[in-house]
């Protein structure tokens, strides 16, 4: 009965290569967004979706796509990785837009090699 | 760009004493605020938030101070416990603005 759960967990993969992480939320909420953390342990937000619809997007290179099939779920998609890329990745799901308390997922960790 | 400030990678205390942990933020525009708490392997979870009309919010042992005009907040943990030895991120946003901006995290070590 996880809130907001992400797969796969763990990931590591070739330079080059595409993949995919997966996130869905159980918590009825409209709002949802992607975050990035780098080697410096930062949070970084890269998408946000409202109701299905892209309302944030931050400077992120565009072979990364988010893709919202309904408001319980968003993914992501990653093109042509590259080394940089390996970071943890939060999902994450809010009420609403606006300041909303966030509900994380427990992070996808990516590695390119 | 960092907006949001967190000085201190790590912070030790004694359980029973009191944890102080800090936040700087940048941005006037700044107006809610939220602590996060985080375990190794796991997602942040949400620990407590003040808005900007006030300047202190507390939750059992958690307690919120914000100076506006500092542009400060800090999160006192009193009395520390080792269940409480987690990574905290400070968070803040803007009215009418999804675009949250988190601090860098500080570690802190609560030894028995």
């Known amino acids: 009965d996880t809130a907001v759960s992400q797969t796969p967990k763990y990931l590591v993969t070739q330079m080059g290569n595409d993949k995919s992480i997966k996130c869905e939320q159980n918590?009825?909420?409209?709002?949802m967004y992607w975050y990035k953390q780098d080697s410096k342990k930062f949070l970084k937000i890269m998408f946000s979706?409202?109701?299905?619809?892209?309302?944030i997007n931050e400077t992120v290179p565009n072979r990364f796509s988010p893709k919202s099939p309904d408001k319980a779920h968003l993914n992501l998609h990653i093109n042509s990785l590259e080394l940089g890329d390996s970071a943890v990745y939060f999902c994450?799901?809010?009420?609403?837009?606006?300041?909303?308390?966030?509900?994380f997922g427990p992070g996808t960790r990516l590695l390119v090699l | 760009d960092q907006q949001v400030k967190q000085n201190s990678p790590s912070l030790s205390v004694q359980e029973g004493r009191i944890s102080i942990l800090n936040c700087d933020y940048t941005n006037s525009m700044f107006d809610y605020f939220l602590w996060y708490k985080k375990y190794p392997a796991e997602g942040p979870t949400f620990l407590i938030s003040?808005?900007?009309?006030?300047d202190k919010n507390e939750d059992g042992r958690f307690t919120v101070f914000l100076n506006k005009s500092a542009k400060h907040l800090s999160l006192h943990i009193v009395p520390s416990q080792p269940g409480d030895s987690a990574v905290y991120f400070c968070a803040a946003s803007a009215q009418n603005n999804n675009d949250m901006r988190f601090g860098a995290g500080t570690r802190l070590t609560v030894k028995p």
């Open positions: 003040i808005s900007s009309i006030k």
């Open positions: 979706y409202n109701n299905k619809e892209l309302i």
């Open positions: 994450a799901s809010s009420l609403r837009q606006g300041q909303e308390t966030q509900y």
């Open positions: 918590l009825g909420h409209d709002t």
